[in-house]
């Protein structure tokens, strides 16, 4: 086995990397522990749970870790060592899509995709929301899927891999089978349980600063996980429930630890600026002298107060998500913010400072009709009057069923009507076509069946990452019907996840599901 350290300072000059946390190198007989994103690096390293695997993992002193991505694959980031020399591998996945680029990266690397012919080396753990959601499909590659949320959950598959090492899966397998928050891949998820820590003393932040990433030398600290909302479409408020939210002290004091050179943060939360103490945390950052950044803004915490604190911070350009601009359909999805809202704090930012407005909507969803197409007409006329002269853009995405959400028994359209929808809605938008971004409606329709799938489709999932035949090909070879996507019957069936203790019930969610379908009543949708 090859290995070249000088690499490893080229490296991080090349990427001009600077780490916020110091780590003691590792001990001589320390296992080979690799932690891999499945995309770029640029895209890897601006992932908070990214960092927060890496910097778990690298602290303990039996572990030589090191990062791969797509764009290093097949060696490691910091001593081009090949990735099939590792004892174990670690993933974070958080969009269905990436379990392609994770089987490719396998494969060129020489690591075999498929758990059951995979010999005892290396063992593959994966994490992240998508996973938790539901782990059947990855079940065919990785050997263990954190379930839930990763603090505690981590550092109890490090200890035994640690204790055993490379070659004793078996025994870390047994040893972990029945934890919370692990799922063993080739059992039935029977018993298993949702990884859901009450408090969380410390959330995670950035581990290594880079220009290289999508936020440039930005620090990413994460300040309450969760979220007040309860949409009916939305991952994050079905798996990260209850909201728990650090205390000013404990953001403050997770800032005195940060060295000197950093000057910008980014604030990672659904709902950042419902923080009770919003306005103490951004004028604490403004004093050491730090800009400060922000994920999408929920319209109704904005007040004049806080967009003043906003433009303060020395941000320029906010997203919002009304996700429709029917304020009736809005309502019925469980975002209930009247339009008027939108307007106000649209109208509030732009005079803050705010010259760039990026809004989020959804297209495909039921009760998606001609009408809801009008009002989100006029609604865009009044956005755009609200903010002025501002740059307003607007990103539409396919609603993708998800797991333990009430829209897990939606029949998604077929696609020549999503692709319908998505050009009628584009329209509503308005604006020049720069400004207006549209999901790939086969992408969406493969995303469903990677978010809703089996077992079976992670074998597709294998055989697709061979870059041999193309998806549709694969889905055949192994007897999948994708139509199972668009199943008027999904509330009848038995959800491959539902083996799982999740976060929600099928009662609550089929119950709502019901609701929201009743509420549609019987509009004629876009067809």
Known sequence: MSRNPGNNKRNSQMYKERFIVNFQPPARMANNIFVGYPSSYRAGMSN?????????LKSRSLMRVERFFVDTSPVTFESQLKISSGDALFFTLSYEEDYLNLVRILIGSGVEPSREKRGCRPIIIVGGPAVSA???PMSQVADIISIGEGEGTVSRIATFVEEYGGGGKDEILDKLSGVDGIFISGESGKGVTFAHPERIPKLPMSIVLSKKTVFSDMLLLEISRGCPGNCCFCLASAIYRPLRVLTYESIMERLDEI?????????????????????????????????????????????????????????????????????AMRFIMGKKVPDNVY????????????????????????????????????????FRKAVGSKVVSVHINIVIPKPWTPLQYYSLPKQKNLEKRLRKLAGACGGSSRNIRIK??????????LSLGN?????????????????????????????????KGRG?????????????????????????????????MIT
């Open 134 to 136: 539901n782990p059947f």
């Open 343 to 382: 307007f106000n704090a649209a109208k509030l930012l732009s005079s803050s400072g705010i010259n760039r407005f990026t809004l989020y909507f959804l297209s495909g969803y039921p009760g998606e009709t001609e009408e809801v197409i009008k009002e989100t007409e006029l609604f865009m006329k009044r």
């Open 48 to 56: 908070l749970g990214f960092h927060f695997v890496f910097g778990e």
């Open 259 to 327: 060295p000197k050179f950093v000057k910008k943060v980014g604030l990672v939360s659904t709902s950042v600026t419902s923080h009770r103490d919003f306005s103490r945390i951004i004028e604490g950052l403004i004093k050491r002298g730090i800009k400060t950044s922000f994920s999408s803004l929920r319209a109704e915490d904005i007040d004049n107060e806080k967009a003043v604190m906003i433009g303060r911070a020395g941000t320029r350009s906010v997203a919002m998500a009304p996700e429709t601009g029917s304020e």
């Open 492 to 524: 009848s069936q038995v959800m491959p996840w539902e083996t799982i203790s999740g976060p929600r019930n099928r009662q609550y969610l089929l119950g709502r599901f019901k609701d929201l379908i009743n509420q549609i009543g019987t509009e004629e």
């Open 440 to 449: 790939s409606v086969r992408g969406a329709l493969r995303q469903a069946v």
């Open 455 to 487: 077992e079976d489709v992670g074998k597709a999932v294998i055989e697709y990452g061979k870059g041999r035949i193309s998806w549709k090909k694969t889905l055949e070879h192994n007897n999948i019907d994708p139509g199972f996507i668009h199943d």
